[in-house]
């Protein structure tokens, strides 16, 4: 079994009023884009700046590569990059300038050709020689990006990468953080756009008040949690549902003139109970399904305080590999 990219136990950051981590343990496996989520304040930066070395936890140990922090600080840091909340490079550099500083920070030598790689990835190649300082906000958040991805790191967290940004950069970053797992990479994203985890995540962790509540494969959870909502509009009303389509999730409103199914892990598909409907010959004018979404089951898990809808403790736990 390949040793874990990032390891962290009993990992706990207290500030004299507050718990920012609370004995958070969690293993990421190389290769794997991890979506970290919850709401402000649930502790995902604080996560990240303890591992990154922007803040000092209070106890617990953190593992980069194999290699204990508490052993060697530096040395595994030189293979994580991070890209912050905050817009944060001098003003006074260009941006090819920039990203040769970033190179020579995490030791390497100067590689232009991977410069530009970045900054094609990035649209930021016809950029390459502005001065920052008059690159616009979409811009800046390009360039932070770049800045954590031009030293060829094995772990990157993205911290809101695209928070504020506009849909084109959206789906440049999507597209290239694809092409980085390809490559190996391991990616830790945080993030408020919750289409950005349902798209990219392999596994999610939900954390809330410090506390990490769940850690599960995306698809197994999207079965778990998530509910499928099936609608079927008839053009007259119907008087009872036909008992193929009988369920306790089923029902009929708006006088037989509306049937609703919320298609759980526990129940029928709502394909099921559709060709029930159609095997009776109902008069049918129109059918839609709204599909899971991760957001109703993120709200659903704080909502329940990490307890799934039968009352026990969410599967996967906070330290499942």
């Known amino acids: 079994m390949s040793t874990p990219v990032l390891e962290v136990e009993q990992l706990t950051k207290r500030y004299p009023k507050l718990t920012a981590l609370d004995a958070v343990s969690l293993s990421i496996p190389p290769g794997e884009i991890f979506a970290l989520l919850g709401p402000n304040g649930a502790g995902k930066t604080t996560l990240i700046a303890t591992v990154c070395g922007t803040a000092k936890k209070t106890s617990g140990r953190i593992r980069l590569f194999g290699k204990d922090l508490d052993v060697d600080p530096l040395t595994p840091r030189y293979d994580v990059g991070l890209v912050p909340q905050e817009i944060n490079f001098d003003p006074f550099f260009s941006v090819r300038e ?9 030791g390497r030598t100067r590689d232009d050709a991977r410069i530009d790689e970045v900054l094609s990835a990035l649209n930021l190649l016809s950029k390459a020689d502005a001065q920052t300082r008059a690159l616009s906000g979409g811009m800046k958040r390009r360039l932070l990006i770049a800045k954590a991805l031009v030293h060829r790191p094995k772990l990157v967290f993205l911290d809101e990468p695209t928070a504020g ?46 506390k990490l509540l769940l850690v599960e494969n995306k698809s197994t ?42 298609e759980r892990y526990d129940g029928p598909p709502a394909a099921t109970l559709l060709a029930a409907l159609y095997s009776a010959q109902l008069p049918i004018a129109d059918v839609a399904i709204k599909p899971a979404r991760l957001e109703d089951i993120l709200l659903h898990v704080l909502h329940n305080n990490g307890l799934t809808a039968e009352g026990l403790p969410a599967l996967g736990g906070a330290a499942a590999r």
Do not use: C, N
């Open 98 to 106: 920039s990203l040769r500083i970033q190179q020579g920070y995490y």
């Open 165 to 210: 940004v506009d849909v084109e950069l959206r789906r440049d970053l999507w597209a290239y953080v694809r092409t980085l797992r390809t490559q190996g990479t391991t990616v830790v994203l945080t993030t408020h756009y919750l289409e950005e985890a349902e798209e990219l995540a392999d596994r999610v962790g939900i954390i809330d008040r410090g």
């Open 221 to 262: 959870l999207m079965k778990r949690l998530g509910e499928r909502h099936l609608e079927v509009r008839f053009s007259s009303p119907v008087p009872e549902i036909p008992a193929g389509a009988l369920h306790g999730q089923a029902q009929l409103s708006e006088g037989g003139m509306l049937f609703r199914y919320i």
